[in-house]
């Protein structure tokens, strides 16, 4: 049977990867890389499970570890090729631009500085983790999309939102098991990634909750990112809810149902919080000041439920968790601190690889890595955690001056769900390394740098033309 979903995999990733190389190779469709990346991400390591499970080879999951990154850097050679006179290229470069080529020249020089204890090709591997999201943003900055490429890409989040839930209602109504027990999980991260199987149900402790019930995650690797993704889901389905017509807008309420329905799936803490900070933020942006108030209600009325309805396990889970008595999240705390002496003791930083949970980071050297301003924080002292949040901040603020100015409704579209999903994974960014959830960090650069570019045809009388994919 994993032979079988071996064959379907190699054939429908490899087609897939293969049709994108020949639109952007021969065709000179660049932008096309998104597609790729929308449609494969979400299913990157249970992809690569099952392909381990089937082949026992480390030679063959690398093959499929490396397309992502070829497509983008394939991307990235194509748009320089096509460029007619490259060097005359005008730089109109925003703030965003600026924190982004920041960080990731700061990170360049950390490569090649003499600090931490990990090995030049350890560090070098550890930034091809920061580079591809800040070349996805470059794509992105230098992308213009005909409106029926934009509807087909939100088509796919759409689709992915839907499928989640979907697989999330057979795992817990029919199989009555998370998918990952029967993909392999387990054994590609026992032989892949040094991790022994850990919890109640032989995965990782991220699949259950301390009541030992099941955290589900459908096909993406575990319940944070699944949690993480759904945000972006549900905030598609809702700009295209609000900017439809009445009897179109049916199938965004199912979206964004499906995308609640996983994140009560997921049992992620951190991201009903982040779905709060966002439909606060949402409520803002439109100026819709009932949805606060709605919101405002909904909280009082889990809490009635909480201390009057639920059961004792649920209610002492809760209590736990806000007064930091719970085992997770003591053990965000004290990550929280680690990370925090290191910064105090070493300002600049102790190198990079030295933080977080990227696959070139060794668990013996690693100081913290539960919140992701803290990890580049430790790696690259105080200088390079600035850098990251103004890069998150500036391209928000710029994506949602182009929601308000822009005249073109799916422009409009791009840059409220980047600026929302980008509000919305604060919660999970202070709790986890949450860029390594490539499927939503990355779709998420690219809205961001695609908006900014927005934001630079509005403010310039003149811009640069780029042809519409």
């Not at 470059?138 to 992308?143: A, E, K, M, Q, V």
């Not at 850098?387 to 001056?401: D, E, K, M, P």
């Amino acid at each position: 049977m994993a032979l079988i979903f071996f064959l379907i995999i190699a054939l429908l990733v490899g087609g897939g990867f293969l049709w994108i190389i020949q639109e952007m190779v021969f065709k000179g469709n660049w932008s096309h890389f998104i597609f790729f990346l929308a449609a494969f991400l979400p299913f990157y390591i249970i992809s690569l499970s099952v392909i381990y499970l089937a082949t026992r080879s480390e030679e063959v999951v690398a093959i499929f570890q490396i397309l992502k990154e070829i497509v983008v850097l394939v991307a990235v050679l194509v748009w320089l090729f096509y460029q007619k006179r490259v060097f005359d290229y005008p730089l109109r470069l925003h703030s965003t631009d600026w924190m982004m080529l920041g960080l990731l020249g700061l990170g360049f020089i950390y490569v090649f500085l003499p600090l931490g204890e990990v090995s030049f090709l350890g560090k070098a591997l550890y930034y091809k983790t920061m580079l591809i999201p800040g070349l996805v943003y470059f794509l992105g900055r230098n992308t213009s999309m005909t409106d029926l490429k934009v509807k087909n890409l939100f088509t796919l989040i759409f689709a992915i939102a839907i499928g989640a839930f979907l697989v999330n209602c057979i795992e817990s109504f029919l199989l009555g098991a998370h998918l990952q027990q029967f993909s392999g999980y387990a054994l590609y991260n026992q032989a892949i990634n040094d991790i022994d199987p850990t919890g109640n149900f032989g995965l990782t402790w991220t699949f259950e909750t301390q009541a030992v019930s099941k955290r589900l995650a459908s096909f993406f690797s575990d319940p944070l990112e699944m949690a993480s993704s759904v945000l972006m889901g549900f905030s598609a389905g809702l700009i295209w809810f609000l900017t439809s017509k009445k009897e179109e807008s049916w199938v965004y309420l199912l979206v964004m149902a499906c995308s609640i329905g996983s994140l009560i799936f997921s049992a992620s803490r951190a991201a009903f919080g982040a779905f709060f900070v966002m439909i606060f933020f949402v409520a803002l942006v439109f100026r819709l000041y009932k949805l606060i108030g709605v919101g405002f209600l909904a909280l009082i009325g889990f809490g009635f439920y909480v201390v009057f309805l639920a059961s004792d396990d649920f209610y002492f889970f809760v209590i736990d968790t806000l007064t930091f008595e719970n085992t997770s999240s003591i053990g965000h705390v004290v990550e929280w601190l680690l990370a925090l002496d290191s910064m105090i003791a070493n300002p600049l930083g102790i190198g990079l690889a030295m933080s977080g949970n990227a696959g070139s980071v060794e668990e013996d050297l690693r100081v913290g890595g539960e919140n992701q301003f803290l990890i580049y924080g430790v790696q690259l002292g105080w200088l390079g955690m600035l850098l990251y949040i103004l890069t998150l901040a500036t391209g928000v603020i710029l994506s949602l001056r182009v929601f308000y100015r822009t005249d073109k409704t799916m422009t409009a579209r791009i840059a409220f769900v980047g600026a929302v999903t980008k509000v919305g994974m604060l919660l999970p960014l202070f709790t986890a390394n949450a860029e390594m959830y490539t499927y939503v960090a990355w779709v998420t650069w690219w809205m961001i740098g695609y908006s900014i570019r927005e934001y630079s045809l509005i403010t310039n009388p003149k811009p640069v033309t780029l042809k519409a994919a």
